[in-house]
């Protein structure tokens, strides 16, 4: 026995005499959305907490949507330079008001009737009731005149859908400070003037209102022609250069309607709202009124980073969810080995750029936000982090990890294309054991490059750990594209008899234990085995047990040092190939039925495919008759096909030598193979 394993032997012995003290934890899961609050562990975006189950904003449909913009100060007067990412304040602007004037774009949300300067007088028409600043509620006689004692905001009751029309101002251009008028002078040109909304996010309008002052004639002045443009925000709405691509909403070229009220039954997702007059007649605009109705499009629940509290190998995500027609459900992942996932930058005296260690992501934002001058750039850490892994198809998988991690953060994103339909998530949880069966555990396969598809070829996997103070392991599991047969195993250089391992080839699995030669040190282990992979790019994926936990402890994975270590290329002639080990047994076919060779295999291989695709067989005479034939629809791998020597009527054909041919229909062009087998009795 070599020196070093009669060391790893010794040193395992103690690890058994010892292993009281390892602090094992076991299979541990935890969960949000039961006894830990969905708001207390991550931000909601668009998203509600409604009795644990987290589901998208509803949006209120007696509530203006500009008007409450407005309100809360995120209505600003701007162009947009970006029509695609998501913005905080929703912006109004256009190109046809004087750059001086573009803030009372904001008036059309202010939703009060009109603001009066100091000293400007009205004669009220018919008796009243009126709330004035400074004035109070009051009840005031027909033609009673007001001369207000300064700026204030006049409210009028109780006609709120034609509110002022009982006013008649005696200087009415003051009256005009509180509302828009385009080109009022001028009966030319107000043909194609236009007011632009961008609500910052796509949200489900139903319906679209506008009217004009209603002060004695200045009611008339209302839009003769308009057309209602909207854009949902997507990338595939914008041109080419990034601008939005409006679809006609509603539209009135002969409009005789003062207060426009365009209602839809359906909700439609809007983001960017278009307002073009297509009359040349003057106009004013007051209010300018969006509602909305329904589920937000997008909503996402992204958590904390969640410490595990040590280096732990992940097991399964699990979420409970109700989707409704025309609504989706994505969780993603991704795990680091700090608990930062940003990396903010401070400049020094020579100018380089050097991270803050503030040991959280808020408190290194906040100290990068006091650094004036000497900000630094921003960016995700993606040295210390995974990407976010690709949307789990279905609760139970196994969380996308490329070894043990102790920090885990997840993204659940729920949409909908129809507004009045949701989907919720009620809890989900991520299953980790502490700690990991080693600190690190590199695999390395060779051959890496040049493998024929289809071709038997032998393989080494190599797996070098790193244990110190780990529980180690005794099997392993090797993901293959089709069986493999195992070779042998050897253990820090020296080979296992057979006796010492089992092994379990199965069509897609290679399993392999060897419980007396548990590998609690860092011992490499070797393993030789044949195989044929069937795509130009194979990744075999392996993980470890250790067996005597009985269900303790989660599998770890083997991890790649350097990348595509796992991963096997095939020979760039093999690109394009689609058939392979395509044969015909046994033959000559006797089908006498003596139950010896009484009927054929066409066997073959399929290689490059994605899911199943038409694959007919068809049998031949010599003078190109059809025999038989038989359609399938089948998936990458081996397959075989039995002909039992009878034409398409079920009769036994002529001995003699017929023509096989095997035909894939692909997407753009089909591919065959042909062989011939002999019929004879």
């Known amino acids: 026995m070599q020196p070093l394993r009669l060391f790893s032997i010794i040193q395992f012995a103690l690890v058994l ?23 207390d562990w991550g931000t909601l975006e668009a998203m509600a907490d409604s009795g644990g189950w987290i589901r998208p904003k509803e949006v209120d449909p007696g509530s203006n949507i500009l008007h409450e913009l407005y309100k809360a100060d995120r209505l600003v007067v701007d162009t947009p330079d970006d029509y695609y990412g998501s913005r905080e304040h929703a912006l109004i602007w256009s190109p046809n008001v004087e750059k001086e004037k573009l803030q009372t774009l904001l008036r059309l949300a202010d939703g009060t009737g009109m603001v009066l300067a100091s000293g400007t007088s009205l004669r009220l028409l018919g008796g009243v009731q009126a709330s004035v600043s400074g004035m109070g509620e009051v009840r005031l006689p027909e033609g009673t005149e007001v001369k207000l ?75 003769k022609g308009y057309e209602i443009y909207l854009n949902d925000g997507r990338p595939e709405s914008l041109d080419d250069e990034g601008y939005p691509i409006y679809t006609k909403y509603m539209a009135e070229s ?39 109705k329904g ?10 980073i969640i410490d595990l509290r040590g ?34 930058n401070a400049r020094n005296e020579t100018g380089d750029e050097v991270p803050l260690n503030r040991g959280s992501d808020e408190a290194n934002r906040k100290a990068w936000e006091g650094l004036g001058d000497n900000q630094g750039a921003v960016y995700e850490d993606t040295e210390h982090w995974s990407s976010w892994s690709r949307p789990y198809p279905f609760s139970g998988m196994n969380v996308v990890a490329s070894g043990p991690k102790r920090y885990v953060q997840f993204k659940i994103t729920l ?42 070829t032998r393989f080494r996997y190599t797996i070098t750990p790193a244990i110190s103070g780990n529980e180690g392991f005794d099997t392993v599991e090797i993901r293959t594209p089709v069986a493999a047969s195992l070779e042998g195993v050897r253990i820090a250089g020296e080979s296992l008899p ?52 009985a269900g303790a402890s989660l599998p770890q994975r083997i991890a790649e040092k ?39 295999h066409i066997s073959f291989t399929l290689l490059q495919i994605v899911g199943q695709v038409p694959v007919r067989t068809t049998v031949y005479d010599l003078f190109g008759r059809v025999v038989w034939t038989q359609r399938s629809s089948l998936s990458m791998g081996p397959h075989s096909i039995s002909w039992d020597g009878k034409d398409r009527e079920g009769v036994l054909v002529p001995p003699g030598l017929y023509v096989v041919r095997n035909r894939v229909e692909g997407d753009e062009r089909e591919f065959v193979k042909v062989g011939t087998v002999a019929v004879v009795y």
């Open 149 to 223: 004692p300064n700026q204030t905001i006049l409210e009028l009751y109780p006609d709120n859908n034609q509110k002022n029309i009982q006013v008649t101002l005696l200087d009415p251009t003051e009256a005009m400070k509180d509302t828009i008028a385009f080109d009022f002078f001028n009966r030319e040109k107000n043909k194609g003037v236009a007011i632009y909304i961008d609500l910052g996010e796509p949200l489900p309008l139903y319906k679209i209102r506008f009217f004009p002052l209603f002060l004695g004639e200045l009611g008339e002045l209302y839009l």
């Open 415 to 456: 949409a909908n294309t129809f507004a009045m339909n949701k989907a919720q998530v009620d809890f989900l949880s991520i299953q980790y054991s502490r700690p990991a069966l080693a600190n690190e555990l590199w695999g390395e396969i060779s051959p890496r490059k040049g493998v024929d598809l289809g071709k038997s």
């Open 311 to 344: 280096i732990a190998n992940l097991g399964k995500i699990r979420w409970d969810e109700v989707k409704e027609p025309a609504t989706s459900v994505s969780i993603q992942t991704r795990v680091g080995t700090d608990n930062t996932v940003m990396v903010y």
């Open 498 to 549: 057979n006796t010492d391992f089992t092994v379990v080839e199965g069509d897609s699995l290679l399993k392999v234990s060897f419980p007396d030669h548990r590998i609690v040190v860092s011992d490499s282990l070797e393993l030789t085995f044949t195989c044929r992979i069937l795509v130009y790019g194979t990744v075999f994926e392996g993980t470890v047990y250790a067996s005597w936990l």
């Open 295 to 304: 589920f937000m499009r997008e909503a996402t629940y992204t958590s904390d």
């Open 17 to 39: 005499l010892v292993g009281g003290n390892r602090a094992f934890a076991g299979i541990e899961t935890w969960v949000v959305g039961e006894e830990r609050s969905w708001g």
């Open 562 to 600: 350097k990348t595509d270590d796992l991963s096997v290329q095939g020979a760039e002639g093999s690109l394009g190939k689609v058939i392979s080990h395509f044969g015909i047994a046994p033959n000559p076919l006797t089908p006498n039925a003596d139950g010896i060779n009484d009927a054929a």
């Open 254 to 292: 002969s409009n005789r309607e003062a207060i426009v009220d365009l209602e839809s039954p359906d909700p439609q997702y809007a983001r960017y709202v278009k307002l073009r007059a297509t009359s040349a007649d003057p106009f004013i605009l007051d209010q300018f009124e969006l509602y909305g």
